[in-house]
């Protein structure tokens, strides 16, 4: 009880001076226990929370050099409420266009956020390589969702139930990695073209080159509420900007009822 009301008081204060609200739950990946709180569970063989040796702390590893025959069995067994520990990987034979990192690539999801309509936020977080594998691209998406209702067949009969289904995405490539950490922005609005985007996630996506990156700090804070004038020309993005993307049909972005 102390405790807990002496963080309150340090996070009003920190917030009285000025310091915006960061909207990832353990963004900065320290609590937890096994598994970071509110993050997936890690699964031991192309993500990991270790310990950062460079400025301590806890981050993100993942690994996108690892078979995707072994990724694929690993995550069968993740759905296993107290999965095995995950086997030793077998070592990927250049040129490793049969790893994950070459096929469907590591994803690793953050904890709901609600979406405010008309808000403008900013994402950032912080990446890194190991030495000796600089120059690594990952990509961080942030994914928005809305409510569906769908029909699924079940217990004989065919009902109809409420989906989270994404909407509207955007990604960032976290560009040149190097052996020490960077940062990388995001600016979006989800729900600026779509009012029911009620809730969104951050999502790592670790692919090729296939190799080992590091992720912490992930911070979303509100920008302001953007006020849109429909008849005005968007901005030319430029070819660094982030990329905005279409819904997604189906696939494990399809959130089913709890
Ligand atoms: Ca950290």
Known sequence: MLISTIAFLAASMSLAHGEEKNLVPNGGLEEGKGDPAHWDRVDGLCTFWVEDPIRGGKCLKCDSDVLASEYRARQEEMKQPNPPPAKKK???????????????????????????????????????????????????????????????????????????RVFWKMYKDCKDSLANWQTATLEFNPSRGKPDVKWMRVMVFAYWPRGTCYFDNFKIVELGEEAVDPKAA?????????????????GPEVIPPK
Request: proline letters at 12%; zero cysteines; a negative charge.
């Open 90 to 164: 077998t070592p990927v034979k250049p040129p490793g266009y049969d790893a994950v990192g070459g096929i469907e690539g590591v994803t690793y999801w953050s904890e709901w956020i609600d979406v405010k309509p008309r808000m403008k936020y900013r994402l950032t977080l912080d990446y890194r390589t190991d030495k000796g594998q600089e120059g690594l691209t990952p990509k961080v998406f942030v994914k928005g969702y809305q409510e569906v209702r769908e029909k699924v067949f079940e217990d004989g009969k065919t009902v109809e139930k409420p989906f989270r």
């Open 234 to 250: 968007p901005p030319d993005p430029g070819d660094d900007a982030p990329k905005e993307g279409p819904a997604d049909e189906d």
